[in-house]
Each structure stands twice: as structure tokens, then as C-alpha cells.
């Protein structure tokens, strides 16, 4: 059976980490390895 955003968010847990644009991909990459981040979500333009 495959797992719902919700269901893996209930698994999880519902943090948000993110990074400004003016930081780098190093910055952006040792954050995800702080935290134990193995995937990221890119959402550019303005909202």
C-alpha cells in the first residue's frame, strides 16, 4: 500500500527547515546533514 504525505508526515513529523536564497548549496547541504535530511523540495519564485 503506498504511504499518503499525511502518513509520512504523522511518521516524521511535521518540522520545516529551510535556507534564504543568498545561502549556498554547501550551506543548504550541511543543514540536510545536521538534521538528517536525505531529500529536499525547491519551490522558487514568489509567494
Partial sequence: ???TVGSILQY???RVWS???EE???????LM???GIGAQEY???KY
Fill in 33 to 35: 546533514a545536521d538534521k
Fill in 12 to 14: 516524521k513529523g511535521h
Fill in 1 to 3: 500500500m503506498a504511504d
Fill in 24 to 30: 549556498s548549496v554547501f550551506q543548504a547541504i550541511s
Fill in 43 to 45: 519551490i522558487v519564485g
Fill in 19 to 21: 535556507v534564504s536564497p
